[in-house]
């Protein structure tokens, strides 16, 4: 069975169609690892979402910088990239942290996904994007 923790509406949308849809793959993955969690499919079906996770971020963020550093100046640009740099971090250290401690720690880390993604997507992207 599908689970959402996620559920996408029209506030996400920053009105540049490229990057919506790529949220909401962003979006779509983090409901998939919280699917497996719901379903206690165990932590085998975690590496490849986890993967799938940093892969497609990364991607993301790539296409997003390549927009933002000619809409932005170099100061909000840097900080922009820092707060990506951030994430990445973040999720390689929980793909870590999930091997060593397993799934207890799992929905903490699923809630910090969403909430990041949430907020960066309503607060910072949602900023840089109405740049003229
Ligand atoms: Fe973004
Ligand atoms: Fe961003």
């Not at 793959?25 to 719901?38: A, G, H, K, P, T």
């Not at 975690?46 to 996770?53: N, Q, T, V």
């Not at 933002?68 to 170099?74: A, F």
Request: charged share 30%.
């Amino acid at each position: 069975m599908k689970y959402e923790i996620f559920i996408w509406n029209e506030s996400y949308c920053i009105g540049f169609e490229m990057i919506d849809k790529q949220h909401k793959e962003l979006v779509s993955i983090i409901n998939e690892i919280y699917s497996v969690f719901m379903n206690n499919q165990g932590i085998n079906g975690l590496m490849p979402l986890f993967d799938k996770l940093t892969d497609y971020t990364r991607y993301h963020f790539t296409a997003e910088q390549k927009i933002l550093e000619e809409k932005l100046s170099e100061e909000d640009f840097l900080d922009h990239l820092k707060k990506h740099e951030y994430f990445i971090m973040k999720i390689e250290r929980m793909k870590s942290q999930l091997n060593d401690e397993g799934e207890k720690i799992l929905f903490e880390i699923i809630n910090f996904l969403r909430n990041w993604l949430q907020d960066h997507i309503l607060i910072e992207d949602k900023e840089a994007f109405s740049q003229k």
